[in-house]
């Protein structure tokens, strides 16, 4: 599952996981849908933006993790605020990936981040 705000990012999103045979389940376009949609869908891995409107990454990865501890979430960011990333993993996120992003290096990372 993708939830990013930008249309541009989800697209290259969906042609990386596409080339590493990956599925997308659902696609999020701000907070509120990320939560709904991830637990409406069940997804091995969710692909999250740190910067999206009505609810941010952070408070959707923390309303994940209480319900989901489990879940495998890989934030998205063009932040450089390595607090908030490191709060981010602390909280339960596999990994973070900067933008922008290497096309080959996200798709081993992705692989890497599910198995």
């Known amino acids: 599952m993708i939830a990013d705000d930008s ?5 290259v999103l969906k042609d990386i996981l ?3 045979n990956h599925a997308v389940v659902a696609e999020a376009t ?3 849908e990320a939560v709904e ?3 409406n ?3 091995d891995l969710l ?3 740190l910067a999206m409107p ?3 990454g952070l408070m959707v990865l923390k309303e994940i993790m209480e319900k989901d501890p489990h879940a495998k979430v890989v934030l998205i960011t063009a932040s ?3 607090k908030i990333i490191n709060q981010c993993l602390e909280i339960g996120a596999t990994l973070c990936i900067s933008k922008p992003f290497d096309f080959n290096s996200v798709l081993k990372q992705i692989n890497d981040a599910l198995v």
């Open 80 to 82: 450089d605020d390595q």
């Open 7 to 11: 249309d541009a990012i989800r697209l």
């Open 41 to 43: 869908n069940s997804p």
């Open 47 to 49: 692909l999250l933006d």
């Open 30 to 32: 701000n907070g509120d």
């Open 18 to 20: 596409s080339i590493g």
């Open 37 to 39: 949609l991830f637990f």
């Open 54 to 56: 009505k609810k941010d």
